[in-house]
């Protein structure tokens, strides 16, 4: 069964960074696209990045483009989520999802099947 685990959520003030991990079990992940999402409170989960472990490819959210990167380490089966130039708006629960796909979308999150629990970033101004 596939597992996530995110952790490195924390308070940050506005301008700082933060790196999020998601530690992934159960699987081969190399047929695998990763993704990061968030929801904040009130609102809808979103896409925030997005990344194909095979071959590496990435794609990010517009808001976060420039200031996010997703990353992944294959000996330690983990993605990353280094998060730059941190906004009070960015403060949100971030969830890690997983699919068994290489291709198709990435951007809704009816399209993964695996979710992490999710960690709590919150940016003050």
């Known amino acids: 069964q596939v597992q996530l685990v995110e952790s490195g959520g924390g308070l940050v003030q506005a301008g700082g960074s933060l790196r999020l991990s998601c530690a992934a079990s159960?699987?081969?992940?190399?047929?695998?696209?990763m993704g990061w999402f968030r929801q904040a409170p009130g609102k809808e989960r979103e896409f925030v990045a997005a990344?194909?472990?095979?071959?590496?490819?990435?794609y990010y959210a517009h808001s976060v483009k420039g200031r996010f990167t997703i990353s992944r380490d294959n000996a330690k089966n983990t993605v990353y989520l280094q998060m730059n130039s941190l906004k009070p708006e960015d403060t949100a629960v971030y969830y890690c999802?997983?699919?068994?796909?290489?291709?198709?979308?990435?951007?809704?999150?009816?399209?993964?099947?695996?979710w992490g629990q999710g960690t709590q970033v919150t940016v003050s101004s």
């Open positions: 990344l194909r472990w095979s071959g590496g490819s990435t």
């Open positions: 999802a997983a699919v068994s796909s290489q291709g198709g979308n990435y951007y809704y999150p009816y399209e993964y099947n695996y």
């Open positions: 159960g699987r081969t992940f190399s047929s695998y696209t």
